[in-house]
């Protein structure tokens, strides 16, 4: 991968039918490299009227591609995961640049993109109606899925490949156009797939990639007649906001929101290899991810061993950038994390929390923004850390004596998104399923949403699925058909 430099980042601008859009008089935002500071090049923004040469084009692709055998979309889907497989390596070396995560997690979101690609790809072959039993003997009783039309989609910049892919690939397989507008902070690596799917074949106007103004975009796709259906991912807030505006417009909408995720750890585990996975997932893309581990409740019985080799395995972590092979966590986003990260620590502490490792920004981060790994041990629950998604890597530990009480902390917020346990009880297990309040649970294992898994928030994290055979039937409107003789 080191091999590879800035020239492979690819040149920007969005995709309206089946034409890049890069110049003219339109506004450019900077792109930059969040680990040096460096710009890696200009995106133009889209104007009113792009916008709605977007809209119109998806309208015009939806004619066609709704009218692609399943089989043929099938084939294309497949076409697509096999080039992002053929250009892996170039691909991640995009989304370190533009993203800062390390070499090895790009590598593995570019394998999830594909297969993410590859499964809807299958799925599309599987739409499957029904036949229900009639009320005479000359008629027949069915029931159709057709294309819900047209679909804007909003991804965002901590995984700007994978959960691009998620919404692309599911539009697509259902027989649905799309317009997406990934994030302005990281396009590069949404404009290097929109062009391998372009060489596969893809009608003009089946996808539509766009960069702007995340407002203006929004509200004026949303407010189109061409639009049936919207998919977003990212805050809360936000989503609030798309929720009413596809309300009014009596729009379906799918929400993938925030997270804040507890991890619940019995006194029965092997505290090593707990502590060794829960390094591996809290610090993954410096813990910029909204199912990322952040409150660790663990016995009381463990709770000091666990913290201290968590704090001593963390601190030897190597903080830098994400090209460099030997580094184990890239930068954050942008300076504001930086910011966030200094706010949630200094009032953590100011609360009665201990800084057991990191709290800081490195000695020397250079031009890239930079945290240290953070553990916090004795988080009371009130703290800012805990009740707002830190969205950083900062570890929060506290200590509990009864499941119950556990289970309770846990689901206090009204955050629903993931939750992970690690107990050798199959009876705590089975009370741990059944009590955590999320849409996605897993026990021992910190691995989460395969594409053949539906992956949905509850409560204030969010409404429907993506992926699985529940996210696909979302982008589907359900036809009733009586049909008899005359």
Not at 163 to 181: D, P
Not at 235 to 258: D, N, Y
């Amino acid at each position: 991968m080191t091999s590879l430099d800035n020239s492979f980042y690819p040149v920007l601008g969005s995709l309206i039918g089946h034409q890049w859009v890069r110049g003219g008089a339109r506004t450019h935002q900077a792109v930059v490299n969040p680990a040096t500071g460096a710009v890696l090049g200009e995106l133009p923004l889209a104007t009113a009227e792009d916008i709605d040469e977007a809209a119109a084009a998806a309208a015009q692709g939806f004619a066609i591609w709704r009218r692609v055998p399943a089989i043929e979309r099938a084939a294309i889907l497949q076409s697509i995961a096999r080039r992002v497989r053929d250009n892996e390596e170039r691909l991640a070396h995009i989304l370190t640049l533009e993203q800062g995560k390390r070499t090895i997690e790009a590598v593995q979101e570019i394998r999830s993109t594909a297969d993410t690609f590859e499964w809807m790809g299958e799925e599309a072959r599987r739409v499957y109606g029904r036949i229900v039993p009639a009320r005479s003997e000359d008629a027949d009783q069915l029931v159709r899925l057709t294309p819900i039309g047209p679909v804007a989609a909003f991804s965002p910049w901590n995984f700007p490949a994978v959960l691009a892919a998620r919404k692309v690939a599911t539009a697509l397989a259902a027989g649905c156009s799309v317009v997406i507008k990934p994030a302005e902070e990281t396009p590069g690596i949404m404009v290097a797939i929109a062009a391998l799917c372009l060489e596969v074949g893809l009608p003009a106007g089946v996808l539509n990639v766009l960069y702007g103004v995340p407002s203006e975009i929004s509200s004026r796709l949303i407010a189109s007649p061409v639009i049936r259906k919207v998919s977003f991912t990212g805050s809360v807030p936000v989503g609030r906001q798309l929720a009413a505006q596809a309300g009014s417009a009596l729009k379906r909408i799918t929400l993938e929101l925030g997270g804040h995720a507890p991890v619940i750890v019995m006194d029965d585990v092997d505290v090593d290899r707990v502590v060794e996975l829960s390094l591996a997932a809290k610090f993954r893309n410096a813990g910029q991810l909204c199912i990322c581990p952040t409150r660790f409740y663990v016995h009381e019985a463990i709770y000091d061993r666990f913290v201290d080799r968590m704090a001593r395995q963390a601190s030897e972590l190597r903080v830098g950038n994400g090209l460099d092979p030997a580094v184990q966590m890239g930068p954050l986003a942008n300076g504001r994390r930086v910011e966030a990260m200094e706010g949630f620590c200094s009032d953590a502490v100011a609360r009665g929390a201990r800084v057991v490792c990191g709290g800081a920004a490195p000695r020397h981060p250079g031009d890239g923004f930079f945290w240290m790994p953070t553990v916090l041990a004795d988080v009371p629950d009130e703290a800012a850390a805990m009740t707002q998604e830190p969205f950083g890597p900062l570890a929060l530990v506290t200590r509990f004596r009864q499941l119950d009480d556990a289970l309770c902390r846990a689901n206090a917020l009204e955050y629903g998104l993931a939750s992970y346990a690690f107990t050798r009880s199959l009876r705590s297990a089975h009370v741990i399923e059944h009590g955590l309040e999320a849409g996605n649970v897993s026990i021992n294992t910190f691995a989460l949403s395969p594409p053949e898994l539906p992956f949905a928030g509850i409560k204030q994290s969010g409404l429907g699925s993506e992926m699985g055979r529940e996210g696909l039937m979302d982008h589907m409107n359900l036809k009733a058909v009586i049909r008899s003789t005359v």
